[in-house]
C-alpha cells in the first residue's frame, strides 16, 4: 500500500488540481480513471457545501492505493449538515445536481464519511463498478 496526500485551496479551480493529482498518481493503475472520477465528486462536495468553500478554505485528498482498489477520501473544513444521497433515481434530468454520491457509490464498494479535528473527512473505497 502507498499513501498520498495533498493539500489545496477550496476553490472551484482546485478540484482540476485535485483530479490531476489523482491522475498523476494512478497513472498506471487500472482504477485510475474512476479514482479521478470519485475525486472530483468529493471534492466538488467539500467547496460547494462545507466551509471549504470560504474564502480561505482549504480541503485535503487523501489516496490510498493498493493492487485491487483504491481507498479516497477528502476531508474538508465542516459544515452543519453530513453528506446524503439526493433522491432515489441518479439519472433524474430534473436533477441539476445531487448526482454526485450516487456516482461515488457505484464506484466504491463502500463509502462514509467520520469526524476529524477539522472537519469532515468523507471516503470511498474505489474497486470499479461495485
Avoid: Y
Wanted: charged share 25%.
Amino acid at each position: 500500500m502507498t499513501r498520498w496526500c495533498r493539500l489545496f485551496d477550496g476553490t472551484p479551480e482546485a478540484v482540476g488540481l485535485a483530479r490531476k493529482f489523482a491522475r498523476l498518481v494512478l497513472a498506471d493503475h487500472v482504477l485510475a480513471d474512476a479514482v479521478e472520477l470519485v475525486v472530483s465528486e468529493l471534492a466538488t462536495n467539500a467547496i460547494e457545501h462545507t466551509e471549504s468553500g470560504q474564502p480561505g478554505g482549504l480541503f485535503v485528498v487523501e489516496l490510498e492505493v493498493f493492487a485491487d482498489h483504491v481507498e479516497v477520501a477528502v476531508i474538508d473544513m465542516g459544515s452543519d449538515s453530513r453528506p446524503v444521497l439526493v433522491g432515489d433515481d441518479p439519472a433524474d434530468e430534473a436533477a441539476l445536481s445531487g448526482r454526485g454520491l450516487h456516482i461515488v457509490r457505484a464506484l466504491s464498494k463502500e463509502w462514509g464519511c467520520e469526524p476529524v479535528r477539522v472537519g469532515l473527512r468523507v471516503w470511498a473505497d474505489v474497486v470499479g463498478e461495485a
